[in-house]
């Protein structure tokens, strides 16, 4: 069976993984992280060219079956994906980390929905946490953020008073927890990304009483069949392997 896993998250890499060598795994990634963590097996990086570049980059490779394994909020590429392999007839699994439950926490529906709440709720000392695109919204709100990414935004995106933060996680609570007292935050901005990779700075937040507001994922398109655990997505492709002509 030959596979296009679409990732650069770990989720990916452990599923791509835990296919090898059985499997045939092409693992996509999108480009936009310098120096990623790579998964065992064949690497492309860069984008398709839209949907009808996706199509042709398909057929070209000969791909059995398609696993998106990427962030909960790429919905751009996981819209183009559905809808490729809807028109080819492939295989298609989404590979969805659950969300975290939101608990007390804001949620909003976007980037700037969240802005708009920090600048009427008058916080000073934001800790934002949205990544490098998610920056903009905030550019004119009259505060202070600490923001972390795994790569610096763009200059122009980036609000007058701010601290960069750049590292990759896991995050731990101990750490978490000292970095909301050291920067004395008061609010703390994040997408509901899902996984226990970040899940830390939102125990810290609980313990040290500072508001959360989160940003809540994007629906995933109508009709696509979504998984929550890597092992769920290894039967599904060992499952599809056996539909392969002359294959399992």
Not at 8 to 21: D, I, M, N, S, V
Not at 39 to 55: E, L, Q, S, T, Y
Not at 57 to 67: G, H, Q, S
Not at 230 to 248: F, H
């Amino acid at each position: 069976m030959k596979l296009l896993l679409l990732g650069g998250t770990g989720e990916a890499r452990a599923l791509a993984a835990a296919l090898h060598p059985d499997v045939e795994v092409i693992s996509s990634l999108a480009g936009r992280v310098p120096d990623p963590a790579l998964p065992v097996g064949a690497v492309r990086i860069g984008g398709f060219g839209g949907v009808d570049g996706m199509r042709q980059w398909l057929r070209a490779a000969a791909i059995d079956a398609v696993v998106d394994a990427t962030h909960p909020f790429a919905a751009t590429i996981t819209a183009h994906a559905a809808q490729v392999c809807a028109d080819l007839a492939l295989p298609h699994l989404v590979l969805a980390r659950p969300a975290w439950s939101p608990g007390s926490a804001v949620v909003v529906g976007s980037d700037v929905e969240a802005a708009e709440t920090v600048a009427d709720n008058r916080y000073s000392r934001v800790f934002l946490t949205t990544g490098r695109s998610g920056t903009r919204a905030f550019k004119d709100v009259d505060a202070w953020f600490l923001i972390r990414a795994v790569t610096a935004p763009d200059a122009a995106t980036l609000p007058a008073h701010h601290e960069l933060l750049l590292s990759r996680g896991p995050y731990h609570y101990e750490g978490e927890l000292a970095l909301l007292r050291e920067h004395r935050i008061d609010a703390l901005v994040t997408k509901n990304s899902g996984g226990a990779m970040t899940q830390p700075k939102l125990d810290a937040a609980a313990t040290a009483g500072v508001p959360v507001i989160m940003v809540d994922r994007p629906l995933l398109p109508a009709g696509v069949q979504a998984v929550g655990t890597v092992a769920e997505a290894v039967d599904w492709v060992r499952r599809s392997a056996q539909g392969c002509p002359g294959r399992g």
